[in-house]
T-cell receptor, first 112, second 121 residues
Framework: GDSVTQMEGPVTLSEEAFLTINCTYT??????LFWYVQYPGEGLQLLLKATKADDKGSNKGFEATYRKETTSFHLEKGSVQVSDSAVYFC???????????FGTGTLLAVQP | GAVVSQHPSRVICKSGTSVKIECRSL??????MFWYRQFPKKSLMLMAT?????????EQGVEKDKFLINHASLTLSTLTVTSAHPEDSSFYIC?????????????????FGPGTRLLVL
C-alpha cells in the first residue's frame, strides 16, 4: 500500500542553519505530496504542496521538489529561525486511495 | 480562506460519560471530513472518513459504536466519544476537504482544525 517515510528526529539546529528533512514515498499512480507543520499545542497547518512531478512547492522560505525518479519530496530551508521549531509531517494523497497518508513526523528544534 | 474550527479545544470528563466534539468548515463547503487521533509524539491515525448525508467509513480497528460520527451538513461534522475511558484520552483532530477549488481553497487539500485535547479521568 501507499506509504511515506520520513527521517527520524529530533533535528536540532542553530538559528540560520540550513535545514533538510528527508521524505520518500511509495504510491500507486501519481499522488499529490504535502508538507504539514504542527506548532506546539496546535493542529496541523498546510506548509506547501506539489501535485505533479518536478513541481516545487514553496512557502515561508521552505521548499520541496516532487522528484518522481527518486520518489522523494525533501523539505529544505536555507536559514531556519527559532520560530520554525515544530513537528513537520510529510504526506501524500491520491495514490491507491484518496486518503491522506502521513509520515511519522520530524521534530525540529532550533536554538538561538 | 480555508479555515476549520473545532470545539471545544480542551475537555476533561469523568470516565463513563460521553463527549461531543464539533468540526466546522467556516468559509467553504466540505462534502468530506476526516477524523484523526494523535498519540503523544506519534503521527496522526485516521479514524474515519465522514461524507455529508451518509454513514461514516471507519478504519480497521476503530469501534464505530464508541466513536459516533455525524456529518449533517456541508459545514459541520461531529465526533461523539461514548462512555469514555482513560485510554480514550488523546488529541483528536478533524480535517475538511472542499467540494471544489475556489480562490485560495483547493479541492485537493485537506484543511485541518486546531485539535481537541480530551482527558478522561
Amino acid at each position: 500500500g501507499d506509504s511515506v517515510t520520513q527521517m527520524e528526529g529530533p533535528v536540532t539546529l542553530s538559528e540560520e542553519a540550513f535545514l533538510t528533512i528527508n521524505c520518500t514515498y511509495t504510491a500507486t499512480g501519481y499522488p499529490s505530496l504535502f508538507w504539514y507543520v504542527q506548532y506546539p499545542g496546535e493542529g496541523l497547518q498546510l506548509l506547501l504542496k506539489a501535485t505533479k512531478a518536478d513541481d516545487k512547492g514553496s512557502n515561508k522560505g521552505f521548499e520541496a521538489t516532487y522528484r518522481k525518479e527518486t520518489t522523494s519530496f525533501h523539505l529544505e530551508k536555507g536559514s531556519v529561525q527559532v520560530s520554525d521549531s515544530a513537528v513537520y509531517f510529510c504526506a501524500l494523497s491520491g495514490g491507491a486511495t484518496n486518503k491522506l497518508i502521513f509520515g511519522t513526523g520530524t521534530l525540529l528544534a532550533v536554538q538561538p | 480562506g480555508a479555515v476549520v474550527s473545532q470545539h471545544p479545544s480542551r475537555v476533561i470528563c469523568k470516565s463513563g460519560t460521553s463527549v461531543k466534539i464539533e468540526c466546522r468548515s467556516l468559509d467553504f463547503q466540505a462534502t468530506t471530513m476526516f477524523w484523526y487521533r494523535q498519540f503523544p509524539k506519534k503521527s496522526l491515525m485516521l479514524m474515519a472518513t465522514s461524507n455529508e448525508g451518509s454513514k461514516a467509513t471507519y478504519e480497521q480497528g476503530v469501534e464505530k459504536d464508541k466513536f459516533l460520527i455525524n456529518h449533517a451538513s456541508l459545514t459541520l461534522s461531529t465526533l461523539t466519544v461514548t462512555s469514555a475511558h482513560p485510554e480514550d484520552s488523546s488529541f483528536y483532530i478533524c480535517s475538511a476537504k472542499s467540494i471544489r477549488t475556489s480562490g485560495v481553497v483547493s479541492g485537493e487539500t485537506q484543511y485541518f482544525g486546531p485539535g481537541t485535547r480530551l482527558l478522561v479521568l
